[in-house]
């Protein structure tokens, strides 16, 4: 799973760690310069603030990693990637703050002078290197050949032709078009100057290994979602890093950032739904803070109870049959927000005419389901708020449902949904998504389904907390609603 990461990634993210640490420990010497050295080692709790130190720098490379701080389209910059140095130090040092206060003998990091210090060595040191030093060392290497990335191209149409020449003009990021894959053409046909197709598509496996391809690009846009979704199944079996620079996920660097090579945004897809280690943390996260968070929600859901209660008749929760992992169905909760025996013809056509949406030309033209006469004065409030959603946290409870994951769906969706769409039920739905944050109104259901199966591709702890905290403004201001 890590060889998706270039070396240079790896360099670096260990310069800044090793940074972090001798700057924090120049502030202390700056702090306690007068003190003999000897003193200092035999200052009590050393031990447990060296190893407070060392694994905290580690977590600040997360929090660096957070802010793309290992994006090449940052790091080769200057001033955004100093806005982006600044943010990660202030993040990471009210992390550090808050930690101290549990862990006692702390009083190198609960010295105000030791901070002082170190955020300003910390800065100097790891911005000038990153500009001075890092930038350079890398365009020198990239131009050497030093940080060399044989490239296979597939496709042949203009989008892949666009990517040959971008590489061949850039001579900073060490790219080494070896050609192209296309089954229409015949090999040692030339597509752009010098370079030919080299193979069929149907031979990946073979010309990856022949050619020690260390990336293989999808540059494909005249092709429907079914076909292209098979190519990247063909080209995640090998060995190769798998990049996607396709109009057919022309949503995903609209809506997330991603690495830009060359100035085009070129999609890394990877595939680590299946890690265990993930898998198992995944799960201790959700079940933790589910069962958290039903203790401290015990009076708002009392209140939001007796409302639902007072405005309607009925029962306070809804249970209705959901899918789920695998097209498997299971009870999903939600706060009633709807009278009794209202009918369901006018979701079930808005549902069939969303997921028949496709592109630009019919995006913003189904009409939303507004002043629906099925929904109780309080119930407008609990959706566009999504506090309807709330109880899907005994869901979470219950291994049904993932905090962070696709939204399940109902039984006459499924129904509707082509092979393709189905993917999104490889993994765990969740409470709430990329699409959930990205803007559910402005983006057509192909689209939708296309996040999904990005954040499948890449599941991790620092994207589902970032889907967690986006989630929470979208709450608050109720935006994103259909």
């Not at 010295?111 to 020198?140: H, N």
């Not at 030919?196 to 990856?208: A, H, W, Y």
Request: charged residues 25%; hydrophobic residues 50%.
């Amino acid at each position: 799973m890590l060889k998706q990461y270039p070396k240079y990634k790896y360099i670096l993210a260990l310069a800044d760690y090793s940074l972090l640490i001798v700057s924090f420990a120049l502030a202390v010497w700056a702090r306690f310069y007068e003190k003999p050295f000897d003193q200092l080692l035999a200052q009590p709790f050393l031990l447990t603030q060296t190893v407070f130190i060392l694994v905290y720098s580690f977590i600040w490379i997360v929090i660096f990693q957070h802010f793309n701080l290992y994006k090449i389209n940052v790091f080769l910059t200057v001033v955004e990637q100093t806005l982006a140095i600044i943010k990660a130090l202030i993040y990471g040092l009210i992390g550090m703050i808050v930690a101290s206060f549990f862990i006692k003998g702390m009083d190198w990091v609960d010295s105000r002078a030791v901070i002082v210090y170190f955020v300003g060595f910390s800065f100097i040191s790891i911005t000038l290197f990153r500009t001075a030093v890092f930038q350079k060392l890398f365009r020198i290497a990239a131009q050497k050949k030093i940080f060399r990335h044989k490239v296979l191209i597939i496709g042949t149409d203009e989008t892949a032709k666009m990517v040959a020449v971008e590489m061949d003009l850039d001579e900073s990021h060490g790219f080494e078009v070896v050609g192209f894959a296309d089954d229409e053409r015949a090999k040692g046909e030339k597509v752009f100057e010098d370079l030919c197709v080299v193979g069929k598509i149907s031979q990946l496996k073979s010309l990856v290994k022949k050619y020690e391809i260390e990336d293989v690009i999808i540059a494909q846009s005249d092709i429907t979602h079914e076909k292209l979704l098979e190519l990247i199944d063909k080209a995640k079996a090998t060995k190769a890093n798998v990049r996607l620079a396709s109009d057919v996920y022309r949503i995903i660097p609209e809506k997330v950032f991603v690495e830009r090579f060359l100035g085009m945004p070129i999609v890394l897809m990877p595939q680590n739904y299946n890690n265990l280690l993930f898998s198992v943390y995944k799960r201790v996260f959700d079940f933790v803070f589910a069962a958290l968070a039903l203790l401290l929600l015990g009076i708002p859901f009392l209140i939001i109870a007796a409302l639902i209660k007072f405005s309607s008749k009925g029962p306070v929760f809804f249970r209705d049959t959901r899918i789920g992992k695998g097209g498997k169905s299971f009870k999903f909760y939600k706060f009633r927000t709807m009278y009794l025996n209202n009918d369901d013809a006018i979701h079930r056509e808005f549902v069939s005419e969303f997921i028949k949406q496709n592109g630009e030309e019919k995006k913003g033209k189904i009409k939303k389901i507004t002043d629906d006469p099925r929904i109780t004065k309080i119930g407008k409030f609990l959706r566009k708020t999504s506090i309807d959603e709330l109880p899907q946290l005994l869901n979470v409870l219950r291994g049904e449902m993932s905090l962070v994951g696709p939204r399940p769906c109902l039984p006459y969706e499924w129904e509707q949904y082509d092979e393709w769409h189905r993917r999104r039920f490889s993994v765990i739905p969740g409470c709430t998504g990329l699409w959930q944050v990205s803007g559910r109104s402005a983006v057509d259901f192909n689209d939708m389904v296309i996040l999904d199966l990005f954040y499948i591709d890449n599941m991790s702890p620092l994207l589902d907390l970032k889907i967690i905290f986006r989630t929470i403004p979208v709450m608050l201001l109720a935006k994103g609603g259909y």
